[in-house]
């Protein structure tokens, strides 16, 4: 299988990613399916963590393509800072209902699955106080996949 040959080899296949998005003009949807592989590798794509962040700190990203950021160094330092700070900024902006942004979050914070523990709560705080029954519903199935304890422990 390909895929598996490629996955046992991040020494080569992440560096080749970071050329695609550093070297050449990649349209966003490019970067974006390059960063969300070199995430997918986790802590064995650290070595390319500082060209990561640079990344992260370039003016001018579109939303989709700064949350994806955040969630792979998040995904490979364990550090949720900046995507933490992404998801308060979205929940924010808009509670009537689940958009775009709203399902990029969402998407990823399905994806890092037991990592996004520390979220919980603050998803639960929006998913309360919420002008959206779909999106609370969606939050909810979130937390489930997240925290399947969480939503037992609720009255």
Same mark, same amino acid.
Request: charged fraction near 25%; charge should be neutral; glycine fraction near 6%.
């Given at each position: 299988?390909?895929?598996?040959?490629?996955?046992?080899?991040?020494?080569?296949?992440? =560096?080749? %990613?970071?050329?695609? /998005?550093?070297?050449?003009?990649?349209?966003?949807?490019? *970067?974006? #399916?390059?960063?969300? !592989? &070199?995430?997918?590798?986790?802590?064995?794509?650290?070595?390319?963590? =500082?060209? %990561?962040?640079?990344? /992260?700190?370039?003016?001018?990203?579109?939303?989709?393509? *700064?949350? #994806?950021?955040?969630? !792979? &160094?998040?995904?490979?330092?364990?550090?949720?800072?900046?995507?933490?700070?992404? %998801?308060?900024?979205?929940?924010?902006?808009?509670?009537?209902?689940?958009?775009?942004?709203?399902?990029?979050?969402?998407?990823?914070?399905?994806?890092?699955?037991?990592?996004?523990?520390?979220?919980?709560?603050?998803?639960?705080?929006?998913?309360?106080?919420?002008?959206?029954?779909?999106?609370?519903?969606?939050?909810?199935?979130?937390?489930?996949?997240?925290?399947?304890?969480?939503?037992?422990?609720?009255?």
């Amino acid at each position: 299988n390909l895929l598996g040959s490629i996955k046992r080899q991040p020494e080569v296949v992440v =560096p080749a %990613l970071i050329k695609v /998005l550093t070297l050449s003009k990649p349209s966003p949807d490019d *970067r974006i #399916v390059c960063i969300r !592989a &070199i995430g997918q590798f986790g802590p064995m794509a650290a070595s390319q963590l =500082p060209v %990561l962040e640079a990344r /992260l700190k370039a003016t001018g990203l579109q939303r989709e393509e *700064r949350t #994806v950021l955040a969630g !792979a &160094i998040w995904r490979i330092s364990g550090d949720g800072t900046e995507f933490k700070r992404l %998801l308060e900024q979205t929940f924010s902006a808009d509670r009537t209902g689940i958009s775009l942004e709203h399902e990029e979050m969402m998407s990823a914070l399905e994806e890092l699955g037991p990592l996004a523990k520390e979220m919980v709560p603050m998803l639960e705080e929006h998913s309360r106080n919420g002008n959206s029954v779909s999106l609370s519903n969606r939050v909810s199935e979130i937390i489930l996949q997240i925290d399947p304890e969480r939503l037992k422990q609720k009255p």
